[in-house]
C-alpha cells in the first residue's frame, strides 16, 4: 500500500514558479513510476509529467522547457518543479504511482490533489 500526499500549491502570477511535492508512504516507492495529472475547471484530467523508476521522464507539450519532474527515492518523494506558470496552468494538481505508461485510472494510488491558481 502507498498513500501519496501533495503540496505546494498556492497562489501565483503569472511568470512565477511554484514546486509541488508528493510525499508518499510505503516502502516500494522506488520501484513506482511516477506522474503528475492536472484538472482544470470544466476540463479533462490530463497528463503532465511523469518520471520512471529509473528516472526517465516524459511531458505535455503545454509544459515541455517549463516543468520539470524529479524524484528523491531516498525521501519517497516526487517533485514537479513549474516555471513561467501561465493563467493556464491554473488546475488542480494530482499524482499517480503506477507503471511509466499507466492513465490516470490505470494507476495504483492517486493522491488528492493540490490547487495551483496562477493569476494574469
Known amino acids: 500500500q502507498v498513500q501519496l500526499v501533495e503540496s505546494g500549491g498556492g497562489l501565483v502570477q503569472a511568470g512565477g514558479s511554484l514546486r509541488l511535492s508528493c510525499a508518499a508512504a510505503?516502502?516500494?516507492?522506488?520501484?513506482?513510476?511516477m506522474a503528475w495529472y492536472r484538472q482544470a475547471p470544466g476540463k479533462q484530467r490530463e497528463s503532465v509529467a511523469r518520471?520512471?523508476?529509473?528516472?526517465?521522464?516524459y511531458y505535455a507539450d503545454s509544459v515541455k522547457g517549463r516543468f520539470t519532474i524529479s524524484r528523491d527515492n531516498a525521501k519517497n518523494t516526487v517533485y514537479l518543479l513549474m516555471n513561467s506558470l501561465k493563467p493556464e496552468d491554473t488546475a488542480v494538481y494530482y499524482c499517480?504511482?503506477?507503471?511509466?505508461?499507466?492513465?490516470?485510472?490505470?494507476?495504483?494510488?492517486r493522491g488528492q490533489g493540490t490547487q495551483v491558481t496562477v493569476s494574469s
Open positions: 518520471i520512471s523508476s529509473g528516472g526517465s521522464t
Open positions: 499517480a504511482a503506477g507503471t511509466y505508461g499507466s492513465t490516470w485510472v490505470g494507476s495504483d494510488y
Open positions: 510505503g516502502r516500494t516507492f522506488s520501484s513506482y513510476a
